[in-house]
């Protein structure tokens, strides 16, 4: 786990990816979890999940939490990720997957009326903003 810090109103993180630094809603996500004292595994190449789209991909998860819950941090909800998440979902069903948007009230696109929470209701998806809920992080799975 990396060391989080308070930057003025901010939480920032000394943790970086490969290429480049987290989102700013991947460090809140970070130090959430860090405060709530919250086991988790942020991008384990180790954690990667197969799925076919004809060919065979690999999808990260942004996090995993000891208890087998995957949150994946969304600013930007597009649409090939959108369809990436619909055939994991088709393909492992097993999986516990859940997002936390920036602003769940946003569009699909400028043309749609649907946003990323109705796309989450549609599909079977729990979704939370800004911070993973109290209950998802004390919930017990059977996928752990």
Not at 82 to 90: A, E, M, P
Not at 101 to 108: E, K, V
Request: a positive charge; glycine letters at 6%.
């Amino acid at each position: 786990m990396g060391r989080i810090f308070k930057r003025g109103r901010h939480w920032s993180s000394n943790i970086k990816r490969e290429g480049g630094k987290r989102s700013g809603l991947e460090v809140q996500v970070a130090s959430q979890l860090v405060v709530a004292k919250v086991e988790y595994k942020y991008e384990t190449e180790n954690e990667r999940i197969p799925y076919t789209d004809p060919k065979t991909h690999t999808y990260l998860p942004d996090f995993r939490l000891a208890n087998g819950i995957y949150v994946e941090c969304k600013g930007w909800f597009k649409a090939e990720d959108r369809k990436k998440h619909l055939l994991i979902k088709y393909q492992h069903p097993e999986l516990d997957i859940r997002f936390i948007f920036s602003n769940p009230n946003s569009r699909l696109s400028k043309k749609s009326k649907t946003t990323y929470a109705d796309w989450c209701v549609k599909n079977g998806f729990k979704f939370a903003k800004g911070i993973i809920p109290t209950e998802w992080l004390n919930a017990k799975t059977t996928h752990a």
